[in-house]
Nanobody
Framework: QVQLVESGGGLVQPGGSLRLSCAAS????????IGWFRQAPGKEREGVSC????????YYADSVKGRFTISRDNAKNTVYLQMNSLKPEDTAVYYC??????????????????????WGQGTQVTVSS
């Protein structure tokens, strides 16, 4: 069974940090662009950060630039999202999703969540004092 599983979420105070993991099973991530998306209650799902298969190209939403860092370890079949200086507005369920690098760019993937499928269960991130 092909799937991506998100983990690493939790409750953190404003200014704190979390590292999310996106682990693949049933397939290798080597040829896939991976994106992190989030959805807060009452809001649309939005792209947070995307990384190309080689890791050489990344995209960040303006709201997280300078605070979040996406990375990948293809040997471990895992993509990470390091989140620093967290704010209450970062509170959301975070999802990762894969799309073949041959048919997408990091920007187009992150800006078009409605075109993506096979979403996982997500991991809850809550930033609150």
């Amino acid at each position: 069974q092909v799937q991506l599983v998100e983990s690493g979420g939790g409750l953190v105070q404003p200014g704190g940090s979390l590292r999310l993991s996106c682990a693949a099973s049933g397939f290798g991530l080597d040829y896939y662009t991976i994106g992190w998306f989030r959805q807060a209650p009452g809001k649309e799902r939005e792209g947070v950060s995307c990384i190309r298969s080689s890791g050489g190209s990344t995209y960040y939403a303006d709201s997280v630039k300078g605070r979040f860092t996406i990375s990948r370890d293809n040997a471990k079949n895992t993509v990470y999202l390091q989140m620093n200086s967290l704010k209450p507005e970062d509170t959301a369920v975070y999802y990762c999703v894969a799309r073949a690098s041959s048919i997408t760019t990091v920007q187009s993937m992150c800006l078009s969540p409605l075109r993506l499928k096979d979403w996982g269960q997500g991991t809850q991130v809550t930033v609150s004092s």
